[in-house]
């Protein structure tokens, strides 16, 4: 008879935990949250602070330096930034093998695991110097990619980073601007999509960010270990959300159809879930979708639209918070539920909602790979399993089977 957890190795204390709902991978001083109190903290800064008063920059060179910079340290971050921003020239060249409707998630997993083919010079993630110059070009690049990705599915010809405007006017210009007509940065569209980057920007060991780590405990290189991040925040139960939970907005479509969509929430029976609603580590309102919710309003005010798919958020909202199944399992609206509704305000379609995620997650990954990697205590990721398949059994050859 074999000890079927000897021969596994699997002796000694062991801990069964499927989805880590209780086991720390790691230890970090990036980011905090209170699921219970509805608290997020970037180094110690509240996110509601630092989405009223910050910049995106500013939250981007805190969460990879650990400090708020000095305005010099904040000048000479975003020049760096900016002179990063161009990507190889021969990098539009993996665009043009997408088909013409891949989603441009699909687009982004390809060309940024790319990028490690075009920057030899900073892959070697035990030299600092490298691993800085890697995360850089990973914050700089990922605007003018994801303004490529953009570009590629409307058919219009990738326009230049122009590095005299802000990161995330840009990032605004090289998507919605086209060659040889002038293009205003309107300054509430800029400052609101600041705002929802800064947003995005960190969220501790989210299943990305996790994905991440792990990919690059094995010392895989930065430009990999991010497209294995984007990867993972396709999925409709992470990153994916803001596109699913606007497609549920649409088809609720008045108000007067929620109560069907709350039903089908609550039946067990039905796959159906509420988008943009419920989180793993938030069993209060999310900190960011207070801001998101105040910063729809500023966004219609300044564009001067409405969108009758906001009135039924709100009234989803309600209903749902007033509901004991809603209640009693502490599910609120997270950042995803109001962010689709701005970002189609903006001019965005939902298929570019988990870019801009992504392109504000970015930094946060890199902050996260960088702490990484110098933690001493630092080792190969490598999760250990339950076995609950068949013990030790002999081989019969197929024509005795
Ligand atoms: N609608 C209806 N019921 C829900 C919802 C929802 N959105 N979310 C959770 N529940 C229910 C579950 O059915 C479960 O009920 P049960 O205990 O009777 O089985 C209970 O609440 C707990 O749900 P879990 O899935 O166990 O919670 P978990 O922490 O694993 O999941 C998650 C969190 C994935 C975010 C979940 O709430 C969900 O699927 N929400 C919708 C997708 C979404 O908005 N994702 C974005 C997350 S935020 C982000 O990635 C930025």
Redesign the pocket.
Known sequence: VVDIRKLYGQTGAFTYDP?F?STASCRSEITYIDGDEGVLLHRGYPIGELAEQSSFMEVAYLLLNGELPSADELDGFSRTISRHTMVHEQLATFFRGFRRDAHPMAIMCGVVGALSAFYHDSTDIHDPQQRMIASHRLIAKIPTIAAMAYKYSVGQPFLYPDNSLSYTGNFLRMTFGVPAEPYEVNPAVEKAMDRIFIL?AD?EQ??STSTVRLAGSSGANPFACMAAGIAC?WG???????E??LNMLHEIGTPDRIPEYIAR??D?NDP??????????YKNY?PRATVMQKTVREVFEALNVSDPVFETALKLEEIALNDP??VE?K?FP????YSGVILSAIGFPTSMFTVL?ALARTVGWVAQWNEMITDPDQKIGRPRQLYTGPTQRSYTPVGER
């Open positions: 989805g709902t995005h969220h989210n299943a925040l409709p139960a992470h990153g994916g959300a803001n699913a939970a929430a609550k067990k159906f879930r509420l988008m943009g609603f419920g989180h793993r580590v999310d199944y809603f399992k599910l997270n950042v995803d539920f995620f």
